[in-house]
C-alpha cells in the first residue's frame, strides 16, 4: 500500500514525523481524511484528534488546539499551536490524557469542537 509523509510541528518542537497510510484531521468545518496521491490543499485545523494510520498498521492520535495543514501529493505537514502526543503504536500514553485534555479546553475555539474532542479523549482514558 502508498504511504506518505506526515510531519506534526508545534513552536517547541517536532510531535511526530513518518510514513502514514492515512491522517484524519480536525478540519474548521469538520473532520477529513487523507490518504496518498491526495489532491494539494491548504485547511486551519480546530482544536481536535488527529488519528494516524502508521505505515506499519499501527495507529498514533495526537490531540491539537489548532492550527494549519499543507497537503501535498505525497507529504503532510501540520503546523499546530501545541500538541500532546496521547498514543503510539505501543499503546495509550495515559500520564499524557489530562495534559491533552487540559490543552483542548484552553483552545479558543467552539465549545462544541472542544466538547468533541474532550469527550474523544474521556472514552479513550475510559478504555483503559
Known sequence: ????KLEIVTPTGLIFDGDVKMVTLPGK????????QHAQLVSLLDAGLITIQNARGGETI???????????????SCIVDGAVLISDESGVVAEK????????????????????????????????
Open 97 to 128: 490524557l489530562e495534559e491533552a485534555k487540559e490543552l483542548l479546553q484552553k483552545a479558543q475555539t467552539s465549545d462544541v469542537a472542544i466538547a468533541t474532542a474532550v469527550g474523544k479523549v474521556e472514552s479513550i482514558k475510559k478504555s483503559l
Open 62 to 76: 495526537v490531540a491539537i488546539n489548532g492550527g494549519y495543514v499543507k497537503v501535498d501529493e505525497n507529504k503532510v
Open 29 to 36: 468545518e469538520g473532520e477529513f481524511g487523507v490518504l496518498p
Open 1 to 4: 500500500m502508498n504511504t506518505m
